[in-house]
């Protein structure tokens, strides 16, 4: 339970990799707001949370709106009185060859996945400074540092996560907050569910652990960078990929 008090706002908390760090972060003692454009299922992960003994709320968000994150912010901090833990996991991706993409595809992925992170981070700075204690742990992805066709706005909304995570770092490391980034490689949600067999089959060829990964692998490596234990780790991206990039 070492993050027991603690208050954590886990962004696209819903379902997937969001959903397991949201109950990762619970099982460690922290009180959760999920905050999700997904109504219905952020509430059933909420009653999963507080079927765990622990607090949780459903905060309405929408990552790209600034009034929307910071009403979600007021409201976190107008329930528990304080806000420790950023999780910026919300993300999206509009997947298309370069020459078919449209302004449309990239400005949906860069809203969601950076303009959403930056959103988030600067609406919680104000409750983290207050406390002169803070983490901010942001979802990018091995596609951020190693490219992939068909991703060029996708990859480039995700290496843009990892560079505002070493500068914020910077900026606010004085005050006890650090900001790190993990970077997944494929984890067993949906994305790769939809891949066919003989692609699933070629990425395995390419793991060194030689199994996709699961969003619990995910959250046991945010869980830490939320915790006691890392408080000397800050402007890193750790990857969590089975060895493929290296
Ligand atoms: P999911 O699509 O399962 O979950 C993301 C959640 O965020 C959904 O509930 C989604 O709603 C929500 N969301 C989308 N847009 C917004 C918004 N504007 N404001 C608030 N919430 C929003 O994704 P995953 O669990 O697969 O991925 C989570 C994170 O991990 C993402 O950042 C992704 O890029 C990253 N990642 C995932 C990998 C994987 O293999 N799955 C690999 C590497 C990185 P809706 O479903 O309606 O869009």
Not at 30 to 40: L, N, S, V, Y
Not at 129 to 153: C, D, F, P
Not at 202 to 226: K, S, Y
């Amino acid at each position: 339970m070492s993050l027991k008090e603690q208050v954590a706002l886990v962004t696209g908390g819903s379902r997937g990799i969001g959903r397991a760090i949201s109950l990762r972060l619970a099982r460690d003692g922290a009180r959760i707001a999920i905050g999700d454009i997904r109504e219905e299922e952020g509430k059933g992960t909420v009653a999963e949370v507080e079927a765990l003994g622990v607090e949780a709320l459903f905060v309405p968000l929408d990552v790209t709106q600034q009034e929307s994150a910071t009403a979600a912010v007021r409201q976190i901090v107008a329930r528990w009185g304080r806000l420790d833990i950023l999780v910026n996991n919300a993300g999206i991706t509009r997947d298309k060859l370069l020459l078919r993409m449209t302004p449309q595809d990239w400005d949906a992925v860069l809203n969601v996945n950076l303009k959403g992170t930056y959103l988030c981070s600067q609406a919680v700075l104000q409750p983290m400074l207050k406390r002169r204690r803070g983490r901010i742990v942001s979802i990018a992805s091995v596609v951020g540092i190693a490219g992939n066709a068909g991703q060029t706005n996708y990859s480039a909304s995700k290496a843009g996560i990892i560079g505002f995570t070493k500068s914020l770092a910077r900026e606010v490391a004085s005050r006890s907050i650090t900001v790190n980034a993990v970077a997944p490689g494929f984890i067993n949600t949906e994305m790769v569910q939809t891949l066919s067999q003989e692609i699933q089959k070629q990425v395995l060829e390419r793991i060194p652990l030689a199994r996709f990964g699961t969003p619990e692998d995910v959250a046991g490596v945010v869980a830490f960078l939320c915790s006691e234990e890392a408080s000397y780790i800050t402007g890193h991206v750790i990857n969590v990929d089975g060895g493929l990039i290296m």
